[in-house]
């Protein structure tokens, strides 16, 4: 098989597309041949070299992809999955590739009627955004919710969500495009999250928002700034940098909340990640979710995707196709 790989950390142009020898399965682990492979900045970060990467080079990055299973180990051909099943995965490591050994237990069975590419453009992303309108704070009917970087992958997903349990949402973006985006994804309102920000959201909602979902992290004392007294933050991301240190005496103050958001937390078994999958799945086919798709690149051509996604152009997935 070939992989898109890394044998030193750099730019787009360090990857290269490489032969391998085919992964084999072994008891618990089934080798899945990809059809659609999701890029998310977790890649870009593992290639730039910010995480710590196990083994030795070539590294192969990606954690999200479609398929279908090949190889099953003997032990496991009277459970719950078979060979030619189509399956997809969000947290499974080295997912760049035309073949890819997964565990059993991150593997999650696709509907006929979802694509690999749907699919892929979906999971790590939509089981992200489901889990913090769900678990983080569960957003009720009425409530106004401010999203930062509203016209992201994870941005977009959020405020369809939210605005399926009946919130009015304000939606942050850095760009017309993205601004655009979270309108079509069913914002009440876009604002260009530029200098000035703050006041621009304040002039939307004068007492505060219900709930803020921060994912830039250098933001989040002025999102707490923006929630109304009684209100939360939740904290999911440091696209921008670590926030600085937070005041509880704030909290105490304005009775806030203030809350992590890890999906890894919560999506510890087969079957949560099954339930929680099939969910989502449910949601695209009764029109809730819309899905954006900014690009699709062959695996091989990786270094033109890695580059798109990391000059912050796009609005949308993009997609690498084996």
Wanted: one cysteine or more; proline letters at 4%.
């Amino acid at each position: 098989m070939h992989a898109l790989t890394f044998s030193r950390f750099g730019g787009p142009d360090v990857l290269e597309w490489t032969a391998l020898p085919d992964p084999q399965a072994a008891p618990g682990v089934a080798v899945v041949r990809t059809r659609a492979i999701g890029l998310n900045f977790a890649d870009i970060y593992r290639r730039q070299g910010r995480y710590h990467l196990a083994g030795t080079p070539p590294w192969i990055a990606g954690y999200e992809a479609s398929g279908e299973i090949v190889e099953l180990h003997e032990d496991d051909r009277a459970g719950r999955f078979h060979v030619g099943q189509r399956v997809a995965f969000a947290d499974s490591a080295f997912a760049n590739a035309e073949q890819v050994a997964v565990p059993l237990d991150h593997l999650v069975a696709l509907p006929d009627d979802i694509t690999h590419e749907t699919a892929a453009a979906l999971l790590l992303q939509g089981l992200t955004a489901q889990f913090l309108v769900e678990d983080s704070h569960a957003v009720s009917a009425g409530e106004c919710v401010l999203v930062h970087a509203a016209g992201g992958g994870v941005g977009q997903l959020l405020v369809q969500l939210a605005v399926a349990r009946g919130a009015r949402v304000i939606a942050l973006a850095s760009s017309a495009d993205k601004r655009d985006a979270a309108l079509a994804a069913g914002a009440v309102a876009a604002v260009d999250s530029g200098e000035g920000w703050p006041g621009r959201v304040r002039a939307l909602a004068p007492d505060g928002v219900d709930v803020v979902y921060d994912s830039v992290g250098r933001t989040l004392g002025d999102s707490l700034a923006l929630a109304r007294i009684g209100g939360t933050v939740v904290f999911f991301g440091m696209a921008a940098g670590d926030p600085d240190p937070v005041d509880p005496r704030v909290l105490m103050d304005r009775s806030l909340t203030l809350t992590g958001g890890d999906l890894w937390n919560v999506l510890t078994s087969a079957d949560a990640r099954q339930q929680r999958a099939d969910r989502l799945f449910a949601a695209v086919r009764a029109g809730q979710l819309q899905l954006s798709i900014a690009a699709r690149f062959a695996l091989r051509d990786g270094a033109r995707a890695h580059a798109l996604l990391e000059g912050r152009g796009s609005v949308g997935k993009v997609l690498l196709l084996p």
